[in-house]
């Protein structure tokens, strides 16, 4: 059974959602998943840091603030130094998923911050590898998968007068839920491949 670990901040509630929906999708596989908050791990002398180095692989997410991660997970990603000189989690696999109050938001600089992570640790990167679900007329906003278009990972919308009780809609959660199912089946064949 492979094990995915995902490291994750959330502000208001609305990421914490989404990394839910993505450990959903992960577990429906039959992967061992556990949740992190960044928060336990801002410091690289405490914390569940061990538990990453065994995992398979990582998925990494946080809200875009202001065009980045936010400062917790930014905390977590420093603090990840410690792993990354002893080469704890080289050739686990990696992905991210980020959200924020707008569609676009400049969530491909967040992604591209965990892909770059994942790349200093000598980590294998997972995109999305899902179609735009609302890139032509005949598609309707509502409902659609991956509608905001990412590739590199997976970005949802929560709208910022909205609670994390209303927010992101089913059809974003629905997407986090197949990100996690790709992770977590790359990984599978990854770890078997490895063996």
């Known amino acids: 059974m492979t094990k995915i670990a995902i490291v994750y901040h959330s502000g208001y509630g609305h990421t914490a959602k989404v990394a839910e929906h993505v ?10 998943v556990t949740l992190y908050k960044a928060e336990d791990l801002a410091s690289p002398d ?8 065994t995992a398979d692989a990582i998925i990494f997410g946080s809200p875009t603030y202001m065009g980045s991660a936010s400062a917790p997970m930014k905390q977590f990603m420093d603090a990840s130094s410690k792993s990354w000189f002893a080469d704890a989690w080289k050739d686990k696999i990696a ?10 938001g400049d969530k491909s600089s967040t992604l591209a911050q965990f892909a770059t992570l994942a790349g200093q640790h000598g980590m294998i990167w997972v995109n999305f ?3 735009p679900g609302f890139n ?4 309707e906003f509502e409902g659609a998968l991956n509608r905001a278009g990412h590739a590199t990972g997976l970005a949802t919308q929560a709208l910022t007068d909205l609670s994390a009780e209303d927010g992101p809609d089913a059809a974003d959660l629905k997407t986090a839920e197949l990100f996690g199912k790709r992770v977590a089946e790359v990984t599978e064949r990854w770890v078997r491949g490895k063996a």
């Not at 450990?23 to 061992?32: C, E, L, N, R, S």
């Not at 992905?95 to 676009?104: I, K, Q, R």
């Open 23 to 32: 450990f959903k999708g992960a577990a429906d596989t039959g992967a061992d």
């Open 46 to 53: 405490t914390g569940p840091w061990d538990e990453l180095a």
């Open 95 to 104: 992905a991210g998923f980020t959200n924020s109050g707008a569609l676009a």
């Open 129 to 131: 590898g899902m179609k």
């Open 136 to 139: 032509a007329s005949a598609h």
